[in-house]
Nanobody, 117 residues
Framework: QVQLVESGEGLVQPGGSLRLSCAASRNIFSIYVMGWYRQAPGKTRELVASVTSTGSTNYADSVKGRFSISGDNAMTTVYLQMNSLKPEDTAVYYC???????????WGQGTQVTVAS
């Protein structure tokens, strides 16, 4: 079992920046994708960004050019740098790690990001 611990939550003004971090409690060799989902009130959870152990990244169209994801090759830490934040980015952000061997995700507890003036 792996625990994911997130940090970096906060309140920021529109146009501001925030950096989220997620650390895994231990290394599992079969985890090869880590990333972030978010869920706003009354909306379904959506994928924000992901990164593979080989460095390939994927972004939701709504955050392309504003957010940047990075992680270590060992898939124990992942970061989400969020720039030019908008009120519609307000949501609870969840870190996840996909275990290819178990074909299942591990999830963090969620961290609140609020963009408001």
């Amino acid at each position: 079992q792996v625990q994911l611990v997130e940090s970096g939550e906060g309140l920021v003004q529109p146009g501001g920046s925030l950096r989220l971090s997620c650390a895994a409690s231990r290394n599992i060799f079969s985890i090869y994708v880590m990333g972030w989902y978010r869920q706003a009130p009354g909306k379904t959870r959506e994928l924000v960004a992901s990164v593979t152990s080989t460095g390939s990244t994927n972004y939701a169209d709504s955050v392309k050019g504003r957010f940047s994801i990075s992680g270590d090759n060992a898939m124990t830490t992942v970061y989400l740098q969020m720039n030019s934040l908008k009120p519609e980015d307000t949501a609870v952000y969840y870190c996840y790690a996909f275990d290819g061997k178990a074909s299942s995700n591990y999830w963090g507890q969620g961290t609140q990001v609020t963009v408001a003036s």
